[in-house]
Nanobody, 124 residues
Framework: QVQLVESGGGLVQAGGSLRLSCAASGRTFSSYTMGWFRQAPGKERDFVALISRSGGSTYYADSVKGRFTISRDNAKNTVNLQMNSLKPEDTAVYFC?????????????????WGQGTQVTVSS
C-alpha cells in the first residue's frame, strides 16, 4: 500500500509558476506509475500528467503540454509537477496518484492510491 501527501499549492498570478510535490510512503514506490490529476469546482477529475516507474517516460494532457513538467526521485519517494506559464483555467485541486498499470494510465479508475489534494489558484 502507498500513502501519498501533496504539497506546494497556493495562489499565483497568471503567467507565474508553482512546483507541486508528492511524498510517498512505503518501499515499493518505484513499482508504481505516478500521475497528477486536477479537479475544478463542479467538474470531473481530469488527467494532467504521468511518469513511468523508472522516470524515463512521461505523458501530458494537451492542455498542459509545454508548460508543465513531471519528474520523480525514486531514492526519495517523491514526484513533482513543475507548472509554468500558469493560466486561470489551471485553477483546481491537484491530486497525486499511484498506479500499478504500465500502459500509460490516464483514467481515474487506473489509479489505486490517491493523495488528499492541494489547491492551486491562478488569478487573472
Amino acid at each position: 500500500q502507498v500513502q501519498l501527501v501533496e504539497s506546494g499549492g497556493g495562489l499565483v498570478q497568471a503567467g507565474g509558476s508553482l512546483r507541486l510535490s508528492c511524498a510517498a510512503s512505503g518501499r515499493t514506490f518505484s513499482s508504481y506509475t505516478m500521475g497528477w490529476f486536477r479537479q475544478a469546482p463542479g467538474k470531473e477529475r481530469d488527467f494532467v500528467a504521468l511518469i513511468s516507474r523508472s522516470g524515463g517516460s512521461t505523458y501530458y494532457a494537451d492542455s498542459v503540454k509545454g508548460r508543465f513538467t513531471i519528474s520523480r526521485d525514486n531514492a526519495k519517494n517523491t514526484v513533482n509537477l513543475q507548472m509554468n506559464s500558469l493560466k486561470p483555467e489551471d485553477t483546481a485541486v491537484y491530486f497525486c496518484a499511484a498506479s500499478r498499470s504500465i500502459v500509460v494510465p490516464t483514467t481515474r479508475s487506473e489509479y489505486a492510491y490517491w493523495g488528499q489534494g492541494t489547491q492551486v489558484t491562478v488569478s487573472s
